[in-house]
C-alpha cells in the first residue's frame, strides 16, 4: 500500500490506541510463547533459569522483526487493523525500515521507566513490579494529551505518526 494517509482526519483517540496495544499484547503472548519454545529447543536449554540473557535478547530481535515487519509493509500489526489504526511517517507515507526500526526501539519508552524504578527500587514480587509497569504505561498514555496531535513520545522523537486506517469499501 503506498497511498498517502489524510493527515487532516482528526487523530484516534487514547482510549481506542490503548485498546489496540492491551489486544497486541493478547497477540504478542502467542509470539513470545512459540519464540520462546524455538529457542529451548535450538539450545537444548534444560532449565528455565539457564540462558535468560540469551532468550531476552532472542526475544528482543522477534518483536522486532514481527513490529518492523509489519509497519514498513502495511503499516499496521494484526492489532492494529483490529482497530483500524496505521502507523504513517509526518508525510503520511507508509515507513521505511529506519524510521519502523527507530521507532520500535524508542516504542520501549512505554516499560523502560518503569523497569528502571523496579530494579532502582528493589521491588521484588508479581504486584509490585505489575503496579509498577500499569502505572508506567498510564503515565505515558496520559503524556500523549500534551501532545497537539495526540502522538505519543516515541512517535514524536522518530517522526511517526498514528492515524485512523478504516478499511476500503469495494
Same mark, same amino acid.
Given at each position: 500500500m503506498t497511498a498517502t494517509a489524510d493527515l487532516g482526519a482528526p487523530p484516534p483517540g487514547l482510549a481506542r490506541r490503548l /485498546? /489496540?496495544?492491551l489486544y497486541e499484547g493478547v497477540l504478542l503472548f502467542g509470539v513470545t510463547f512459540f519464540a520462546g519454545f524455538l529457542y529451548s529447543v535450538l539450545t537444548r536449554q534444560q532449565h528455565a533459569m539457564q540462558g535468560r540473557t540469551g532468550l531476552g535478547v532472542f526475544l528482543f530481535f522477534v @518483536? +522486532? @522483526?514481527y513490529f518492523v515487519g509489519f509497519w514498513t509493509r502495511s503499516g *499496521?500489526?494484526?492489532a492494529m487493523k483490529t482497530w483500524h489504526l496505521r #502507523? #504513517?511517517?509526518t508525510a503520511g507515507r507508509p515507513l521505511g525500515w529506519g524510521r519502523a526500526l527507530l521507532r520500535y526501539c524508542l516504542g520501549w519508552l512505554w516499560f523502560l521507566p518503569a523497569l528502571l524504578s523496579v530494579w /532502582?527500587? +528493589?521491588?521484588?514480587g508479581g504486584v509490585a513490579i505489575f503496579g509498577s509497569l500499569a502505572a508506567g504505561v498510564l503515565a505515558y498514555l496520559l503524556i500523549a494529551r500534551l501532545h497537539p496531535q495526540r502522538q505519543f513520545l516515541h512517535d514524536t522523537i522518530c517522526g511517526s505518526r498514528v492515524v485512523t486506517q478504516l478499511p *476500503? %469499501? %469495494?
Open positions: /485498546a /489496540a496495544f @518483536l +522486532g @522483526l *499496521q500489526t494484526l #502507523v #504513517v511517517d /532502582a527500587l +528493589g521491588l521484588h *476500503q %469499501r %469495494r
